[in-house]
């Protein structure tokens, strides 16, 4: 019982030890960006760009590395094959209580495996 316990530990350090740090994106003020929920401030479009030249540090990522860089995603979609999208708004959400029609988000789209495999600005 205690050979097994000993082995245990020795795993769960291991695997500890073997996660990457999270990725910083120079240019995005991240507080700044998870506080502007659906993007109803306005604050997220001025980032934007940041991120598509920085969207390779994005790729890979599992979605809980993503929440811990972006936040909760404004909305998120199940796709077939276990395929998972995040969307964070870049532009103000309908639910904004503005006039936007078709408001720009950031996609960010997980295979089956729960990594990120595509980042783009959709309409």
Known sequence: MRKCLSCSVVMMLMMWGCTKPLPSLEGIDQALWKKDKNACAGKRWAMVTQIERQKDKLLAL?????????????????????????????????????DTVGAKRLAIRFNAMGLAKEVAVEN
């Open 62 to 98: 599992s979605e809980d590395d993503i929440v811990a860089v972006l936040g909760k995603p404004d909305q998120n979609e199940l796709y077939k094959r276990n395929q998972k999208f995040f969307y964070y708004f870049v532009q103000p959400a309908p639910a904004c209580q503005q």
